[in-house]
């Protein structure tokens, strides 16, 4: 197998940048179809955040999270999330060991570069809440003790709609920590028949090679905070996060995170697209993915309202004009 790319100390920007392609084009090679979808993932994944993937069952939800970290030569892990796990299967805990007559800790599924948290709302909220700290710092912490994660470090989650039988709403708080929550949706007829016919003697994904390693992708991230956003363009995104938080219909607006992760979306876009600049419309084509689901509707049961929140965003781009 050829040796991943971004080995290199010294990759320049066209290069990491024809790398970060090279990712995206080997997700849409097992992810038939869903080419929109892997390109929003990709632009999470180089932006350093976390990605929320919310269908029905069967949809490739799960399938796209493995071509993204069969994509990088890293550590993977997948975890099953159900009503019994406990914050230590996930994180891990200290063991006392008779031996050398102390705590030993041993670490959880938590401690790779890739963490598929798969079918995360079937877990109660407690236990969902243990990835708080590590999305958010990198890190975690056990009986007084912090310890690192590796770097990179990705949450992948997966999420059947809140309304199948044995599921919990995300917190807002958890919710808060993923760049953008997406739907997969059913793939068109034309796709559908392929993806049988590429299943015929087994799972592609399974034979699908890393095009970058680990160190790539550190290099790559660097490279994306250095994605050059102009004072007009951060002008009109505080704008827009402003007049989230002044909306009657909106009882909690963007927080500064949320406008961060806006601002890292947006350079990601530039750099996936060959630039080391932003442009408006990349503020404009990702407000809705990065910012819908930040927002809390005024009255209801905010786990039913996705599209309302959706088109409360739209409405609130469409009172300010993009700066020329």
């Given at each position: ?147 690192e994660l590796p770097d990179p470090f990705m949450v992948i989650a997966t999420q059947n709609p809140f309304e199948f039988e044995g599921t919990y709403v995300l917190p807002e708080s958890q919710l808060d920590r993923f760049l953008m929550r997406l739907s997969m949706g059913y793939p068109d007829r034309s796709f559908e028949s392929r993806i049988m016919m590429n299943h015929k003697t087994g799972e592609p994904v399974e034979n699908l090679t890393a095009v970058c390693s680990v160190e790539g992708i550190v290099q790559i991230r660097a490279a994306v905070r ?99």
């Amino acid at each position: 197998m050829d040796k991943p790319i971004g080995d290199s100390e010294h990759a320049d920007l066209a290069s990491l940048q024809s790398t970060a392609q090279k990712i995206l084009d080997n997700i849409n090679s097992v992810v038939l179809g869903k080419e929109s979808v892997s390109r929003l993932c990709v632009i999470a994944l180089v932006a350093g955040e976390h990605v929320l993937l919310e269908d029905v069952p069967g949809v490739g939800k799960t399938l796209m999270a493995k071509a993204i970290s069969r994509s990088i030569d890293c550590n993977f892990s997948r975890i099953q999330f159900t009503p019994d796990l406990l914050p230590s299967d996930i994180l891990g805990s200290s063991v006392y060991n008779t031996e050398k007559g102390s705590f030993v800790f041993n670490y959880g599924a938590v401690f790779n570069n890739f963490v598929l948290a798969d079918e995360i709302n079937r877990a109660p909220p407690r236990t969902q809440s243990a990835l708080l700290e590590a999305m958010s710092d990198n890190q975690i912490s056990v009986d007084g003790t912090t310890y690192e994660l590796p770097d990179p470090f990705m949450v992948i989650a997966t999420q059947n709609p809140f309304e199948f039988e044995g599921t919990y709403v995300l917190p807002e708080s958890q919710l808060d920590r993923f760049l953008m929550r997406l739907s997969m949706g059913y793939p068109d007829r034309s796709f559908e028949s392929r993806i049988m016919m590429n299943h015929k003697t087994g799972e592609p994904v399974e034979n699908l090679t890393a095009v970058c390693s680990v160190e790539g992708i550190v290099q790559i991230r660097a490279a994306v905070r250095d994605v050059t956003v102009e004072d007009s363009l951060v002008k009109y995104m505080m704008d827009v996060v402003g007049s989230t938080r002044e909306s009657a219909d909106i009882s909690v607006g963007i927080s500064t995170r949320g406008a961060l992760a806006w601002f890292r979306a947006i350079q990601a876009m530039a750099f996936l697209d060959g630039r080391d600049y932003a442009i408006p419309d990349d503020a404009k084509t990702l407000a809705v993915h990065v910012l819908s689901h930040r927002i809390q509707l005024r009255g209801g049961f905010q786990g039913a309202r996705r599209d309302e929140s959706e088109a409360a965003v739209i409405e609130i781009l469409s009172r300010h004009s993009l700066p020329g």
